[in-house]
């Protein structure tokens, strides 16, 4: 059986920092084709800020971008993965809560992040191999 681990272990770990703006964010993500971003504080992980968040939190809320920092509107401890769980119960998670990303972690630290249409390319992936 498939693990988060297979989807992020050659993959880069991206994240940002809460002090940085929601602009500094979305540029970032933008320029890495990426959805969402673990945020880190002093190295610790303290939320996740997601393309719906800009959406949601920032432009519809009327804030200001570039003056409005990502620990002011991303979602706070969120919940994780272990590297080692399986793609099912990850996928499991993500149902159960509505999230299209989920922070990985192996030993505590930040491992990656993994998305549904990842899970959803991997499981493709295996079934056309077994086909």
Known sequence: MAVVMDIVRDRRVYSIDADKTAL???????????????????????????????????VAAGRTPGTTRVAEVMTSNPRTVDA??????????????????VVVM????????????DILVKVAATQARVA
């Open 106 to 117: 192996s030993g505590g630290e930040l491992s990656g992040l993994v998305s549904l249409r």
């Open 84 to 101: 080692d769980e399986s793609l099912e119960d990850c996928l499991f998670l993500m149902k159960e809560f509505n999230f299209r990303h």
């Open 24 to 58: 500094e964010a979305a540029r970032f993500m933008m320029e890495h084709n990426i959805g969402a971003l673990p945020v880190l504080r002093e190295g610790k992980l303290v939320g996740i800020f997601s393309e719906r968040d800009v959406m949601n939190r920032v």
